[in-house]
């Protein structure tokens, strides 16, 4: 059983910066990909980014590119989200989740993770 716990949220001013971390843990945990995604009040969940393991391809939603940058620690097991530049509409629930196989798999659907966190809030707010 993997467990994936993040940390990192909290409340910041628009402009300002967080790291979201994602530890995890349990059995060997041997993944096609680690993702992050974020869920704001009455919105579906959606991507933010994702990091695969054999190759360290990393992607992007369009809404963060240039502000998020995703990166991983194998040697910890654990997963990275800086967030630079944040705006209120940054403003979420953030999510780590983890897709143990790789055939067939679409890196952005929520539908395919076998693993989630149970979320960090993040809060952009002056």
């Known amino acids: 059983q993997v467990q994936l716990v993040e940390s990192g949220g909290g409340l910041v001013q628009p402009g300002g910066s967080l790291r979201l971390s994602c530890a995890a843990s349990g059995s060997t945990f041997d993944y096609h990909a680690l993702a992050w995604f974020r869920q704001a009040p009455g919105k579906e969940r959606e991507g933010v980014s994702f990091i695969t393991s054999a190759d360290g391809r990393t992607n992007y939603a369009d809404s963060v590119k240039g502000r998020f940058t995703i990166s991983r620690d194998n040697a910890k097991d654990t997963v990275y989200l800086q967030m630079n530049g944040l705006k209120p509409e940054d403003t979420a629930v953030y999510y780590c989740?983890?897709?143990?196989?790789?055939?067939?798999?679409?890196?952005?659907?929520?539908?395919?993770?076998?693993?989630w966190g149970q979320g960090t809030q993040v809060t952009v707010s002056a």
């Open positions: 989740a983890a897709v143990i196989i790789d055939y067939g798999v679409d890196e952005w659907s929520r539908y395919d993770y076998d693993y």
